[in-house]
């Protein structure tokens, strides 16, 4: 559906900013609020917190992470689902929300209004409330950008501290997001609180430019990983996308961006079989442990196969602008 | 100075993700933070609040709030300023930012290293660190939201309680900021934090779409404004304005946009002279008092001029898009 009407009775720019606003709240429903905690003052006040809290901001344009072929409530549901799995890869439960929208004048503003009901249902679902936003015109680009507050009961999980001998592990299956499940994927804010109160977790990431690129993230300095290509676990997309792309379909799993799957690593006293069992008795999500981390032995790459053999370069991680 | 080059070196996409975010961080300078609280993890961590917290989002948008003649420094500045200006309305205290991008490929680089740094010096005169960001691609328009959370010592001020014969308020003067006040404006956080401890302050919000539109939201439900006109601080720019607009200078202070002061009511037992004096003895920012609180007698407007005339429609407050 595309956002866009020339039929200007059916856009935004009919009606004026407290009316637009109006709307938002009711389309928002029990999953917005309103003042003192929330929308319909100059800030939103919330609640004192005894725990350190959490604080992540992602965007959603346009032609870059939706298109006219996305249905606008899974573009509004993907908006805040890019910001809970930032949240899940600290450990963090989901807390308030507020969204500032860019506008073009053409919008729809049925558009818009099924993109605030998707995110208002995803809201609900993991227990999120939008407090508070900022609406302002475009000249041209229809942009999102949502900031979430997370809130954690044990020490966040970070990138970086991970130790040689770790095993590498991720939840899920990768690549070949783009047939679909980069708008329906599960944040994994339930498998991210419950590593964070595991001991032994040393580091985790979420994967979103994909596990070649990702994984020099969550390495330390002068660490690389040793991957066993087999234990990749490539998704049925990937196989599918790899029948026309001319690429393996464990290239796409390596490189493709947007799979948004948990990327970890447990210290090497953690029994690989009992936490694998007890990670099953937990949840459905598929869990695979794909290598472990050793003293880089060269400049070159941070990935090494088990043969010995370098990441070969060619097939590197497509850089796109995300987080900072 | 134009924020677009049309050499290809000079612009952002020359650098890759990566890159961009360092020089980022290095632009920020003190007024970054790094992981675990601050840039370079899926979140930014931070500490506990064991008070009510503040949370509000605003945007800027090149073409609406800023144009080729703004200084880049002063637009980064002003990006930060205009959420200053909201927490400064509810009596709070500016805490940790993150800051979402939307940068189209011909953005110079020079130019987004003056906005950084614009907006850096601004967030360490006011004792901000900038925790994290999101940079995207945009596909045209250049724009960017900032999410700033606060923390009040005193319960915040809000819109909305006001009652019958509470006396108004406004901080500093107003009118033609265009002339270069919506830049150069100073957000009234002592003031607000200030007002916030005292007893009698019973409403407060900034004036950031003019004092005609936006006194309509301050007062409750079947209240209207008495104004003094002699009493409302007009100011040179607006006397400025008035000699080639055509309108009163009064018009001006009335209905133009972005004055980012304050406006406040006191309840009926505050001695206005006994609080003026308290006010003069703490800050140098004019005060005025332009009138009080009465019930409304007409449906028509929420505004009276002291002379028993209501307030004339076809003065009203450029409704532009803004915050929810």
């Given at each position: 559906?595309?956002?866009?009407?020339?039929?200007?009775?059916?856009?935004?720019?009919?009606?004026?900013?407290?009316?637009?606003?109006?709307?938002?709240?009711?389309?928002?429903?029990?999953?917005?609020?309103?003042?003192?905690?929330?929308?319909?003052?100059?800030?939103?006040?919330?609640?004192?917190?005894?725990?350190?809290?959490?604080?992540?901001?992602?965007?959603?344009?346009?032609?870059?992470?939706?298109?006219?072929?996305?249905?606008?409530?899974?573009?509004?549901?993907?908006?805040?689902?890019?910001?809970?799995?930032?949240?899940?890869?600290?450990?963090?439960?989901?807390?308030?929300?507020?969204?500032?929208?860019?506008?073009?004048?053409?919008?729809?503003?049925?558009?818009?209004?099924?993109?605030?009901?998707?995110?208002?249902?995803?809201?609900?679902?993991?227990?999120?409330?939008?407090?508070?936003?900022?609406?302002?015109?475009?000249?041209?680009?229809?942009?999102f950008s949502l900031t979430l507050l997370g809130?954690?009961?044990?020490?966040?999980?970070?990138r970086k501290s991970t130790h040689i001998n770790?095993?590498?592990?991720?939840?899920?299956?990768?690549?070949?997001?783009?047939?679909?499940?980069?708008?329906?994927?599960?944040?994994?804010?339930?498998?991210?609180?419950?590593?964070?109160?595991?001991?032994?977790?040393?580091?985790?990431?979420?994967?979103?430019?994909?596990?070649?690129?990702?994984?020099?993230?969550?390495?330390?300095?002068?660490?690389?990983?040793?991957?066993?290509?087999n234990s990749i676990p490539v998704s049925s997309?990937?196989?599918?996308?790899?029948?026309?792309?001319?690429?393996?379909?464990?290239?796409?799993?390596?490189?493709?961006?947007?799979?948004?799957?948990?990327?970890?690593?447990?210290?090497?006293?953690?029994?690989?079989?009992?936490?694998?069992?007890?990670?099953?008795?937990?949840?459905?999500?598929?869990?695979?442990?794909?290598?472990?981390?050793?003293?880089?032995?060269?400049?070159?790459?941070?990935?090494?196969?088990?043969?010995?053999?370098?990441?070969?370069?060619?097939?590197?991680?497509?850089?796109?602008?995300?987080?900072?």
């Open positions: 559906m595309t956002p866009f009407s020339s039929n200007l009775e059916a856009c935004i720019d009919t009606l004026g900013e407290r009316e637009l606003i109006r709307n938002i709240a009711s389309w928002l429903g029990e999953s917005g609020q309103s003042s003192p905690s929330g929308i319909g003052d100059d800030t939103a006040v919330i609640p004192p917190s005894t725990r350190a809290q959490l604080i992540t901001v992602d965007s959603l344009v346009y032609g870059r992470h939706f298109d006219d072929d996305t249905a606008p409530e899974a573009a509004g549901a993907k908006l805040l689902k890019r910001n809970l799995s930032d949240l899940a890869a600290m450990g963090g439960r989901p807390g308030s929300a507020v969204i500032a929208c860019f506008l073009p004048p053409n919008l729809s503003l049925a558009w818009l209004e099924s993109f605030y009901r998707g995110l208002a249902k995803c809201a609900l679902t993991f227990n999120t409330r939008v407090v508070g936003g900022d609406i302002s015109s475009s000249n041209n680009d229809l942009a809130q954690v009961q044990n020490p966040p999980l970070t770790d095993t590498l592990w991720v939840s899920g299956s990768l690549g070949g997001s783009l047939l679909g499940k980069h708008l329906n994927f599960t944040p994994r804010i339930g498998e991210g609180g419950w590593l964070a109160g595991r001991s032994g977790v040393s580091a985790c990431m979420d994967i979103s430019d994909g596990l070649a690129t990702d994984i020099d993230h969550l390495l330390a300095s002068g660490q690389e990983a040793l991957l066993e290509p997309a990937a196989h599918e996308l790899s029948k026309t792309s001319g690429k393996d379909a464990l290239c796409h799993a390596m490189v493709d961006g947007e799979d948004f799957e948990l990327l970890f690593t447990l210290t090497e006293d953690v029994d690989p079989v009992a936490f694998s069992s007890a990670w099953k008795d937990a949840f459905d999500t598929p869990l695979s442990c794909i290598g472990r981390i050793q003293l880089s032995s060269t400049s070159n790459s941070h990935i090494r196969w088990a043969d010995g053999s370098p990441w070969d370069k060619t097939w590197h991680g497509y850089e796109h602008l995300g987080n900072t």
